[in-house]
């Protein structure tokens, strides 16, 4: 009896440690079905989209700024606009100290008052110690493309002045004056000295200038005619840059003999030179191509700027040479660039360049 008691436990024992093994081979088997369903659940279905990481308060800030241009500019295309223009925008009282001027506001200045268009001089500046020396340390700068009135080391206050003016960051204050004024468009003219890779670099180092340079390619403006302003400023390409070179395309800077026509820059010492003549012999002012329409960008200034000769050239003279020398000379058409020194001067007869430049752009 006590040998077929225990053979009965035995068998009772395995027979239980059979079905312990056979639980946990259905629940492992159980738990690997569902791993196997939750992976396929998780292959098909459909991915979630991203997260939104920019506050929710810049699409309606975006979406106000289009409808502000769009109720500024109507259905106005880019050359069919005008936008006041400073010459030599850099050389100012407050940017640095030069000698002898062709405004007197800060480039930042300048824009917060209603200027849309820049005229800037790109050199290449290598670093100097006997200059660094002999300034006592105040003239200690790296190499870099620097904005000087001819060569960047000749005479200071006149060929360039301290604190020298670094492009980049002239250009820095350009995109953040545009990022704080959504719907504004900026114009830069550059009369360039440097290499294209040494304009690269220094425009590479402008945080979000990338986000907004305007690529004429991009938008087949050869083909299609330039966009409307306000669709410049819904796409947030609301910068374009011109330069006398045409190595830099590549880099968003039109050259602006292909795209631009222009007059010769003078008025003469005496500024009795009104006549408006193309800058260039091959690219006259009245130029028609098919289907596209070059910007027109007019200079009204002297050989040597003053205070005094701004004032009278600024007013009556600058609206009157539109109207009579300018608008003729290029078929019919408003300059779209106003270049002027000194632009808040003017001659007393209620004319500025602002109020002409505000006059052009409310006409049909």
Not at 25 to 38: F, H, I, P
Request: hydrophobic share 40%; proline share 5%.
């Amino acid at each position: 009896m006590i040998d077929m008691d225990m053979k009965r436990r035995g068998f009772r024992g395995r027979l239980a440690g059979v079905l312990r093994r056979g639980r946990a081979r259905r629940t492992l088997v159980g738990l690997l079905l569902l791993a196997l369903l939750g992976t396929a659940t998780t292959a098909t279905a459909s991915p979630a989209p991203p997260a939104v990481t920019a506050p929710t308060s810049v699409a309606p800030a975006a979406r106000a700024a289009a409808g502000a241009a769009a109720a500024r500019w109507g259905d106005r295309r880019l050359d069919e606009v005008s936008f006041l223009t400073t010459h030599n925008a850099f050389t100012n009282y407050e940017d640095s100290r030069w000698s002898s001027v062709n405004q007197s506001e800060s480039v930042r200045g300048q824009l917060e008052g209603g200027v849309r268009g820049l005229s800037l001089d790109t050199h290449w500046y290598e670093r100097s110690t006997w200059l660094c020396v002999i300034s006592f340390g105040s003239d200690c700068y790296p190499s870099d493309v620097y904005l000087c009135h001819g060569e960047c080391k000749t005479f200071a206050g006149a060929t360039y002045a301290l604190p020298r003016q670094s492009f980049h960051g002239t250009m820095q204050t350009v995109v953040d004056f545009l990022a704080a004024h959504p719907q504004e468009v900026v114009t830069v003219f550059l009369e360039d000295y440097v290499s294209a890779d040494q304009l690269g670099r220094s425009l590479g180092r402008v945080r979000g200038l990338s986000d907004m340079v305007f690529r004429p390619d991009e938008w087949g403006v050869r083909q299609n005619g330039w966009p409307k302003v306000a669709d410049l400023v819904t796409s947030n390409k609301r910068l374009l840059i011109f330069s006398d070179r045409s190595d830099r395309e590549n880099l968003g800077v039109m050259y602006d003999r292909s795209w631009t026509v222009s007059n010769f820059w003078s008025l003469g010492d005496l500024g009795n030179d009104l006549s408006c003549v193309s800058r260039w012999s091959d690219v006259p002012l009245d130029r028609q191509e098919p289907g596209f329409r070059r910007l027109f960008t007019m200079s009204h200034h002297r050989n040597v700027p003053t205070v005094l000769t701004a004032a009278l050239d600024n007013g009556a003279k600058l609206r009157n040479r539109i109207a009579e020398q300018c608008r003729p000379a290029a078929g019919g058409r408003n300059p779209n660039f106003v270049s002027v020194d000194f632009h808040r001067l003017s001659d007393g007869s209620g004319h500025t360049p602002a109020s002409v430049v505000a006059e052009l752009n409310s006409g049909p």
